[in-house]
């Protein structure tokens, strides 16, 4: 049997977290899921999943309902309190209408009834992630900047605002949708300058500097936005 840690292969950059304690359907569905190329982190309570979001950043969660102790339910209520927004996916014997209302007050996006098919199940994490990454997350702490996007501001740790122009806003978006994944400089370009406009990429490593001098980035910062030597840019997350 594998253990529960994450491929050393990443083959889409996407981090997703299952919460299952049924072990032959939480391998069963690790495995499943690493095959398709993501990189899985599987735990069997809700102890377990709490800590685990407290130390890295899931772009995905898949959740079963009914766990020992803490249920799905409360789960999902207390990653929804921490203002967490990635969206969750939860698994469920129960498909009563007042069941289903409940998950979705907690907090979830999705919902699908076990038995499952797998390709379903696989349709339905690629519509969640594919969704997700279409906006950017509300809200991301990085140390003591707040990027907030649906205000479309960057503050201090003193809550003073950061000038950022329009497009240094998006690039800094758009870096922290994808974050962990290299970015070629064109695929950068067609994001944030978009597709119908012919603009030299080297004017992307411009406003990345531009980016890291105004969030005044040093090397004890807890991002990083490195360049990847032929290709573009990445940006990592310190956990």
């Known amino acids: 049997m594998r253990d529960d840690r994450a ?5 889409h950059g996407v981090d997703i977290l299952i919460v299952e304690d049924d072990e ?20 069997a309570t809700a102890e377990e999943a709490l800590d685990a979001v407290a130390r890295q950043r899931f ?6 309902i009914m766990l020992p102790g803490i ?14 927004r990635m969206p969750i ?3 469920t ?13 907690a907090g979830a996006d999705d919902y699908l009834a076990k038995p499952y098919r797998l390709r379903e199940l696989l349709a339905r994490v690629r519509a969640l992630l594919k969704r997700h990454s279409a906006r950017p997350e509300e809200r991301v702490r990085l140390g003591e900047l707040t990027v907030d996007m649906a205000a479309r501001r960057v503050t201090d740790g003193a809550g003073k605002e ?16 994808r974050h962990s994944t290299a970015l070629r400089r064109q695929e950068i370009l067609d994001e944030v300058w ?46």
């Open 59 to 64: 772009a995905l969660l898949v959740l079963d």
């Open 24 to 43: 032959n359907l939480r391998v069963g569905l690790r495995d499943n899921l690493e095959d398709e190329g993501y990189r899985v982190r599987a735990v």
């Open 89 to 91: 996916l939860m698994l």
């Open 194 to 239: 978009g597709k119908d406009l012919a603009v030299d990429p080297r004017t992307v490593d411009n406003f990345v500097s531009s980016l890291k001098r105004k969030l005044r980035w040093t090397p004890s910062s807890p991002f990083r936005i490195v360049t990847v030597r032929g290709v573009g840019y990445r940006m990592e997350l310190k956990e």
């Open 71 to 84: 249920s799905g339910y409360s789960l999902c209520e207390q990653l929804r309190a921490q203002g967490l």
């Open 162 to 177: 950061i000038p950022l122009t329009r497009t240094e806003l998006d690039l800094l978006g758009f870096l922290l949708r």
């Open 7 to 11: 491929p050393a292969h990443m083959a």
């Open 93 to 105: 014997a129960r498909t009563l209408e007042d069941d289903l209302v409940r998950g979705f007050d």
